[in-house]
């Protein structure tokens, strides 16, 4: 049984000392163990009837490697990427309080002696059961795993979670099928379960959302902050001179925004004022995290510059009270046409700096405009000088939300046991367990199929077949509801497209990502071969797709109202 733990100290011992990537994540722990404290008795009350299994549990942190060439830590004080860092001190934290046997690994030598992999050169395969339940690392960690352990990972690999900051698609993940149809990147061909792979937002459904925590605030600190806000502060996002290189116009969109309010940046640097600094801002030089949050709890504004993509401060300004203001991006930023993206293993459309914070917070807390379009920038920093918003934070990103979608994700995923068989068809399917909701063509799936054990439960499950062209991404995202990749085994049967009014001449099994899927050209049923692609993303002017949508919680994207 695992017993929720509200001291960190052991924690901060087991994270070890001589980088400076390690010190910033142990700050941040310190400061945050109040809030995960209160978190856990809030989580612990609500899951008294709950039996919670103790897992082992080894957290190997792959780009913190000197193996790797660890390019992170020399950074962490001068400006360079900390989401990462901010994101596993919190995955140890949230691990640690749940109450799991936790193991941390910075170093080659350390995973080898937790594998009980001898030292030395070359691979060594495990050969006795694996000593942990579960196996947190990131793509360098699976690479040095895979040097290590040789063939055996292939044998424990439904043990291992990926922290995959920007995901991975099936289509990339799946080895042959990647070569065959140039999905080939750097990064993926693992033939993991999509749902192995963690991510930093909910990107993808396909790939589990992992997540990170922002400070939470109380009333009366809520109130604190409305009340000594200064109308006319902005902060610029951007703690590198390089990331103001970026924005074409820069500069002729913060001289439009110093024209109503004063400007401060938190850049990094050395001993002279960084160049591509407007000498209208006034900067404070990179500031500890704590210092960073006194300063958003001031400023009204926080702006970005288009880059960094998708971190960690938008919704640390949010929770702050401020107004988030970025770039649209149009056309979106993809592998397909950005260097950042680019070789990374998916095809995702960004569609402005955050998306996150555009689609899932949007107005007030969020403007998302053209920069290019002077007077659409200027009005909405008119705008902004006259509304109040209250900060904000989604429940996901409360270290109480933390808990409570990793507790289910612990709980609940299983890539190792063999996938039960799927109920076997028998006619009183085609009446009963799809329900038709008036005047949609949204089906419900009900009554004796609901026995077969799933996670998320079947009876979460909404069968949808989406426009030619749409992804099942946005074919469930426009039900309000979200694709389940793990319901996918379910509906691809040939009842499923009669149950939608599909009528198929004929019906065949393939290997390709876009299926179940119904071309209408040829009346044509395809059904998916390789369960490992079942995929949420992906589309085709050609296909209808049959999409396994769910329901989810307000605030906590990543769980089904049934799936606590
Ligand atoms: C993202 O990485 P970044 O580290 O660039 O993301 P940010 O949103 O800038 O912030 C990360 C943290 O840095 C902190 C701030 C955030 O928690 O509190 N910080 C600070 O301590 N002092 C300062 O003066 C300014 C910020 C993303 F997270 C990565 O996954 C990506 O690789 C990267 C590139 O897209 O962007």
């Known amino acids: 049984q695992a017993v929720f733990q509200s001291d960190v100290g052991a924690l901060l011992e087991q994270v070890g000392t001589g980088k400076e990537s390690l010190s910033f994540m142990k700050r941040r722990m310190r400061r945050m163990a109040a809030q995960w404290a209160s978190a856990a008795r809030r989580l612990d009350d609500r899951l008294r009837s709950h039996w919670r299994e103790q897992n082992r549990i080894l957290v190997h942190v792959g780009f913190l490697t000197e193996e790797s060439g660890d390019v992170f830590s020399p950074k962490v004080l001068k400006g360079g990427p900390l989401g990462e860092m901010v994101q596993w001190a919190d995955i140890l934290t949230a691990l640690h309080v749940l109450g799991h046997n936790l193991k941390i690994s910075f170093s080659l030598k350390e995973l080898h002696g937790f594998l009980g992999v001898p030292p030395g050169r070359g691979s060594c395969p495990l050969t006795g059961p694996l000593p942990f339940d579960l196996i947190y690392t990131d793509y360098h960690g699976l690479q040095q795993m895979k040097q290590h352990m040789g063939l055996s990972l292939r044998k424990h690999k439904c043990h291992i979670r990926v922290i995959d900051t920007f995901g991975t698609e099936p289509a990339y993940n799946h080895e042959e099928y990647a070569i065959l149809h140039g999905y080939r990147t750097n990064w993926g061909y693992w033939n993991l379960h ?36 200064v109308n006319n502060m902005a902060v610029v996002y951007g703690k ?33 004022r960084p160049p591509e600094v407007p000498a209208f801002v006034k900067n404070h030089g990179l500031l500890p995290q704590q210092e960073l949050q006194q300063l958003l709890r001031k400023a009204k504004l926080f702006i970005g510059l288009g880059f960094p993509y998708e971190g960690p401060a938008p919704l640390e300004a949010i929770a702050n009270g401020c107004i988030f203001l970025q770039p649209k991006f149009n056309p979106p930023h993809s592998s397909l046409n950005h260097d950042f993206f680019r070789g990374k293993p998916t095809s995702r459309k960004v569609s402005s700096q955050h998306p996150y914070a555009e689609q899932y917070i949007g107005r007030p807390h969020v403007i998302t405009v053209d920069f290019n379009n002077s007077e659409e920038f200027e009005a909405t920093i008119r705008e902004i000088m006259r509304i109040n918003v209250e900060p904000f934070l989604p429940y996901e990103y409360t270290c109480e939300g933390m808990l409570e979608r990793v507790h289910a994700y612990i709980q609940n995923q299983d890539f190792c046991s063999p996938e039960a068989p799927f109920p076997p068809v028998n006619s009183s399917w085609l009446s009963s367990p799809f329900v038709l909701l008036p005047n949609s063509s949204i089906l419900t799936w009900a009554s004796n199929a609901s026995s077969y054990t799933s996670w998320p439960p079947l009876s979460a499950l909404r069968l949808l077949a989406s426009l030619e062209g749409e992804s099942c991404v946005e074919a469930c995202q426009g039900a309000e509801l979200i694709c389940e990749p793990a319901l996918y085994r379910f509906i691809n049967i040939k009842e499923a497209f009669s149950a939608l009014e599909l009528q198929c001449d004929g019906v065949e099994s393939q290997v390709n990502h876009l299926l179940p899927a119904f071309s209408a050209e040829h009346a044509e049923c395809g059904l998916q071969q390789d369960p490992l692609l079942f995929s949420c993303a992906g589309s085709s002017a050609k296909y209808q797709r049959l999409c396994p949508c769910r329901d989810y919680r307000v605030g906590q994207v990543a769980l089904c109202r049934d799936c606590l």
Do not use: C
């Open 240 to 272: 590198e001179a390089s990331m103001w290189k970026l924005q074409k116009g820069k500069e002729k969109f913060l001289t439009i925004l110093h024209r109503y309010m004063e400007i401060h940046g938190t850049v990094y640097y050395e001993t002279q």
């Open 194 to 229: 999509g749902q192995q792979y963690m991510t930093m937002f909910p990107h993808t459904p396909d790939n589990s959302f992992m997540g990170f925590v922002a400070e939470e605030l109380n009333e009366t600190e809520k109130q604190n902050i409305q009340r000594n806000k």
